[in-house]
């Protein structure tokens, strides 16, 4: 996901906005219009054990970046999109995932998007016929057309790779993300886009409660996660990158490498607290995650293979979460992810 020559072409540092921490989100209880979703898995890239695990141990900032791009502890991680199907709204896509022709050579050229198209590298993804996004809508039973709504958590490549598809779609960003596109987004792979709703802060969607974005800085500037009501009164956040792996729940224990800096990191340290206090409070909520690497992956994909995220699916990721954690929500030290030689994660 970053190149080596990140380090040298990336645009200044900027001090991310902290989550106010007094503000809890709070859900509605009564009511709620429910939503359907789906999980369509796009492929895999490449990324390094440092840029998934290396927050505690210094991989932030330009240094970070360096040390990044030199990490030969690499391994695949999954890119999910999510679906939404509301009963009036249509569908709703929570993140575009990888196309095509993000595994072609020449598609990433500085002459189409200045400096970024240094930082993404076609060789890193990979995306067999049968998961293009297309495939993978046909596979639910959804037609791209049908699609009326995308929500774009943040403007990294695997999040908005075949956005091209849905033109006709609103697609909903942060207006902050929007702002700070040039940093590390490529313009060719959203310019196509005919619609944009930029929005600010916890945003309902429809109005009903049914869908809402809820910021999560730290990873970028306007990263957003997606809160979708699902049946029988339950929860579901789909937690775009603020959330790696269901490991990282527990930031004091493991954080992510971090491209803006120590300041940054704690932000996004406080997203998933906020994420985690949620949680809590609301009793059924569930997290899905687009690029868990462990067992969370197939869980999510067996789950919603019918489109319902009901009671016993909830409780299914429950126990994976349960698993991982003690009773004060501490990573257990024999789950914090370890790389040995010649083996992998
Ligand atoms: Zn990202
Ligand atoms: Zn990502």
Same mark, same amino acid.
């Given at each position: 996901?970053i190149?080596?020559?990140?380090?040298?072409?990336?645009?200044?540092?900027?001090?991310?906005?902290?989550?106010?921490?007094?503000v809890?989100?709070?859900?509605?209880e *009564?009511?709620? $219009?429910?939503?359907?979703?789906?999980?369509?898995?796009?492929?895999?890239?490449?990324?390094?054990?440092?840029?998934?695990?290396?927050?505690?141990? /210094?991989?932030?900032?330009?240094?970070?970046?360096?040390?990044?791009?030199?990490?030969? +502890?690499?391994?695949?991680?999954?890119?999910?999109?999510?679906?939404?199907?509301?009963?009036?709204?249509?569908?709703?896509?929570?993140?575009?995932?990888?196309?095509?022709?993000?595994?072609?050579?020449?598609?990433?050229?500085?002459?189409?998007?200045?400096?970024?198209?240094? $930082?993404?590298?076609?060789?890193?993804?990979?995306?067999?016929?049968?998961?293009?996004?297309?495939?993978?809508?046909?596979?639910?039973? $959804?037609?791209?057309?049908?699609?009326r709504?995308?929500?774009?958590?943040h403007?990294?490549?695997?999040?908005?790779g075949?956005?091209?598809?849905?033109? +006709?779609?609103?697609?909903?960003?942060?207006?902050?993300?929007?702002?700070?596109?040039g940093?590390?987004?490529?313009?060719?792979?959203? *310019?196509?886009?005919?619609?944009?709703?930029l929005?600010?802060?916890?945003?309902?969607?429809? /109005? *009903?409660?049914?869908?809402?974005?809820?910021?999560?800085? /730290?990873?970028?500037?306007?990263?957003?996660?997606?809160?979708? +009501?699902?049946?029988?009164?339950?929860?579901?956040?789909?937690?775009?990158?603020?959330?790696?792996?269901?490991?990282?729940?527990?930031?004091?224990?493991?954080?992510?490498?971090?491209?803006?800096?120590?300041?940054?990191?704690?932000?996004?340290?406080?997203?998933?607290? +906020?994420?985690?206090?949620?949680?809590?409070?609301?009793?059924?909520?569930?997290?899905l995650?687009?690029?868990?690497?462990f067992?969370?992956?197939?869980?999510?994909l067996?789950?919603?293979?019918?489109?319902?995220?009901?009671?016993?699916?909830?409780?299914?990721?429950?126990?994976?979460?349960?698993?991982?954690?003690?009773?004060?929500?501490?990573?257990?030290?024999?789950?914090?992810?370890?790389?040995?030689? /010649?083996?992998?994660?």
């Open positions: 996901m190149g080596l020559l990140a380090g040298c072409v990336l645009k200044p540092l900027v001090a991310l906005p902290h989550p106010e921490p007094a809890r989100w709070v859900l509605a *009564d009511g709620p $219009i429910s939503v359907d979703v789906h999980a369509l898995q796009t492929g895999e890239t490449d990324v390094s054990f440092g840029q998934f695990f290396g927050g505690h141990d /210094g991989w932030v900032g330009r240094r970070g970046v360096w040390r990044t791009g030199f990490d030969r +502890r690499s391994f695949r991680a999954p890119v999910l999109v999510f679906a939404l199907v509301h009963p009036t709204e249509g569908v709703i896509l929570v993140d575009a995932g990888l196309a095509p022709h993000q595994t072609e050579r020449g598609f990433y050229r500085p002459k189409d998007g200045g400096r970024t198209a240094y $930082i993404w590298d076609h060789r890193e993804n990979h995306l067999p016929e049968d998961e293009t996004l297309l495939a993978q809508l046909a596979a639910a039973g $959804i037609a791209a057309d049908d699609v709504h995308v929500v774009v958590t403007l990294h490549e695997d999040h908005v075949q956005l091209e598809t849905f033109d +006709r779609a609103t697609v909903h960003l942060s207006a902050l993300e929007w702002e700070d596109r940093r590390v987004a490529y313009g060719p792979s959203f *310019d196509d886009v005919q619609q944009w709703n929005v600010d802060g916890v945003t309902d969607l429809f /109005g *009903d409660g049914s869908v809402q974005l809820l910021p999560t800085p /730290g990873h970028t500037l306007g990263h957003t996660s997606v809160l979708a +009501r699902v049946v029988d009164g339950g929860a579901a956040v789909v937690t775009g990158d603020a959330v790696y792996t269901l490991r990282h729940l527990d930031p004091d224990t493991l954080l992510p490498f971090n491209y803006y800096g120590e300041h940054a990191l704690q932000t996004q340290a406080e997203s998933v607290r +906020r994420l985690t206090a949620l949680q809590r409070d609301h009793g059924d909520l569930v997290f995650l687009p690029h868990d690497p067992d969370y992956t197939p869980l999510i067996d789950v919603l293979g019918d489109g319902v995220l009901d009671r016993a699916d909830r409780r299914a990721l429950e126990a994976v979460q349960r698993e991982l954690f003690d009773a004060q929500g501490r990573l257990l030290p024999e789950h914090v992810p370890t790389w040995v030689r /010649g083996q992998g994660l």
